[in-house]
């Protein structure tokens, strides 16, 4: 059974910084696209940023092109989303999510796992 952890979220000022962990278990995630979720109160769920398998290739959202930054550590079973210069348009609850069945990212990908999720909130 695989698990996917997120942590790292938290209430932060306008212009903040976070970095958001997904830790997974139960077994290797090296050659899933990884992809980061959010999902904003009354909005629908959002493409965030995506790490393709192998060829370690990124996309990102156009709202956060240039402030976020997605990485993983394979050694660590983790995957990060590091958030900079953070508006009061990112809060949400964001979610990592692996799929095998794909090799490039994509955010309408089939997502074989998901985590449970962790609060990001963004206020002066």
């Known amino acids: 059974q695989v698990q996917l952890v997120e942590s790292g979220g938290g209430f932060v000022q306008p212009g903040s910084s976070l970095r958001l962990s997904c830790t997974h278990s139960?077994?290797?995630?090296?050659?899933?696209?990884r992809t980061w979720f959010r999902q904003a109160p009354g909005k629908e769920l959002e493409g965030v940023s995506c790490?393709?398998?192998?060829?370690?290739?990124?996309y990102y959202a156009r709202s956060v092109k240039g402030r976020f930054t997605i990485s993983r550590d394979n050694a660590k079973n983790s995957l990060y989303l590091q958030m900079n210069s953070l508006t009061p348009e990112d809060p949400a609850v964001y979610y990592c999510?692996?799929?095998?069945?794909?090799?490039?990212?994509?955010?309408?990908?089939?997502?074989?796992?998901w985590g449970q999720g962790t609060q990001v909130t963004v206020s002066s």
């Open positions: 999510a692996a799929t095998a069945l794909a090799t490039m990212c994509s955010f309408s990908h089939e997502y074989n796992y």
């Open positions: 139960g077994r290797t995630l090296d050659h899933y696209v």
């Open positions: 790490l393709s398998n192998s060829a370690g290739n990124t």
